[in-house]
C-alpha cells in the first residue's frame, strides 16, 4: 500500500512534466518582431488618420447646422421684405397727402371737415409707424449724416455752404430698413465743394 502512494504520486508529478512541450526555438509566428512593431505604427498612423477625418467631420456638421439655423432665421426676419417694400410705398403716399391736406387745412379756415381728414391721416401715418417699428422696419433719417452707398443712392450734388463736403444735404425719398438690412434706399442730394 505504501508501495501505491508513492507510485501514484510519481506518475502525477510525471504527468505535469507532460503538458506541452516547450519547444526549443523561437515561436513560428508569421511575422517577425520589427513587422509587428512596423504594423503597430501603421495602425497607429490609421487610428489618427481615422481620428482626424471624425473631428473634422463632426466640425462640417456643426458648421452646416449652424448655417441652416441662421438661414432659418434670416427667413423668419426677413420672409416679410417684399411686402414691406410694398407697403413703404403706401406710407409714403399716405405722408405726401397728410402733407398736403395741412397746407390746405390752415387754422383760421371755417372747413371743420378738411381739419378732420387731416388729423385723421396724421393718426393713420403714426400708427402705420408704430405697426412698422413693431416688426423692425425703421424710417432712415440721413439728413447731415456722412453719405454711405450701401444706405443712400445719390440723385444730385448740392453746394456746401454750412454743412462738411460728403454729408446728406437733402432728402427726395425716405429710405427703410428692415433689422438693419436696407431694403430701400434713401434718395439723396449729397453736399459738395463749389467749383470756382
Known amino acids: 500500500s505504501p508501495c501505491a502512494f508513492s507510485t501514484a504520486a510519481q506518475q502525477r508529478s510525471t504527468g505535469d512534466e507532460c503538458g506541452p512541450e516547450e519547444p526549443s526555438e523561437e515561436p513560428k509566428h508569421p ?8 504594423k503597430a505604427i501603421k495602425l497607429e498612423e490609421q487610428v489618427r488618420d481615422l481620428t482626424e477625418r471624425y473631428r473634422k467631420a ?7 447646422r449652424r448655417r441652416t439655423q441662421k438661414f432659418v432665421e434670416d427667413a423668419k426676419l426677413f420672409g416679410i421684405q417684399s411686402f414691406c417694400r410694398d407697403l413703404v410705398e403706401v406710407a409714403d403716399i399716405l405722408e405726401k397727402t397728410a402733407e398736403s ?18 388729423e385723421g391721416l396724421s393718426l393713420l401715418e ?19 449724416g ?7 443712392e445719390i440723385i444730385c450734388h448740392v453746394p456746401a455752404e454750412g454743412v462738411q463736403p460728403g454729408t446728406v444735404a437733402l432728402v427726395t425719398q425716405d429710405g427703410y430698413k428692415l433689422h438693419g438690412r436696407t431694403i430701400r434706399h434713401a434718395l439723396v442730394g449729397v453736399a459738395v465743394e463749389a467749383q470756382e
Open 31 to 38: 511575422l517577425s518582431d520589427s513587422a509587428l512593431e512596423h
Open 58 to 64: 463632426l466640425a462640417d456638421s456643426e458648421n452646416v
Open 101 to 118: 391736406a395741412a397746407g390746405h387745412a390752415e387754422p383760421s379756415d371755417p372747413n371743420p371737415t378738411l381739419k378732420k381728414i387731416y
Open 126 to 144: 403714426a400708427k402705420l409707424q408704430s405697426v412698422f417699428a413693431k416688426h423692425g422696419l425703421q424710417k432712415m433719417n440721413p439728413v447731415g
Open 146 to 152: 456722412r453719405y454711405d452707398p450701401y444706405d443712400h
